[in-house]
């Protein structure tokens, strides 16, 4: 297990995983209308006032979940290189995924809410950009090490 903490891919996927876990805590919008204010992570809606119920976002909950779980699947993939290069590929596609749910969510939200509303969205919103950076950095690095496997194969 050693080796695989010194990979620097290993670091890229740790991050990815820890800040799409943070997008179930962190509002990734906010949206007002003069008369109540809302909050948006990616499991749920939740006023400002303690009076009116927060509802539950179980779609985009769930494929943020499966992101972060391909994430962490990633990493433990290390003595199969190839199938680790595919499970990233696929989690850029999911977190793509997760990023066009935020997009829709917000639409949707304004929409709802009125004209008089407004989105704001928060840092949170730029969360599943920088996974996909992190994803296409890890699976560049995932890829020199199986080039660098195969030249000393070659040698050999």
């Known amino acids: ?24 805590c962190l509002p990734f919008a906010n949206v007002g209308n003069g008369f109540m204010s809302l909050s948006v992570t990616a499991c749920n809606i939740s006023p400002s006032t303690p009076l009116m119920q927060s509802s539950k976002m179980w779609p985009l909950a769930t494929v943020t979940l499966c992101a972060a779980i ?14 680790q290069m595919k499970i990233a ?11 066009i749910g935020m997009v829709i ?7 709802s809410a009125g004209s008089m509303a407004t989105v704001s969205p ?17 699976n560049r690095g ?4 199986d080039d660098l496997v195969k030249s000393a194969d070659r040698l050999r």
């Open 1 to 24: 297990y050693l080796k695989m903490i010194q990979r620097i891919q290993t670091i890229y996927l740790f991050v990815a995983a820890v800040l799409t876990f943070c997008l179930f």
């Open 70 to 83: 391909f994430c962490l699947i990633t990493i433990f993939l290390y003595a199969n290189r190839a199938r």
């Open 89 to 99: 590929r696929y989690n850029i596609a999911v977190q793509a995924i997760v990023m």
């Open 105 to 111: 969510c917000c639409f949707y939200m304004q929409r």
């Open 122 to 138: 928060r840092f949170a919103f730029v969360i599943p950009a920088v996974n996909i950076i992190l994803l296409i950095l890890a």
């Open 142 to 145: 995932i890829k020199a090490d």
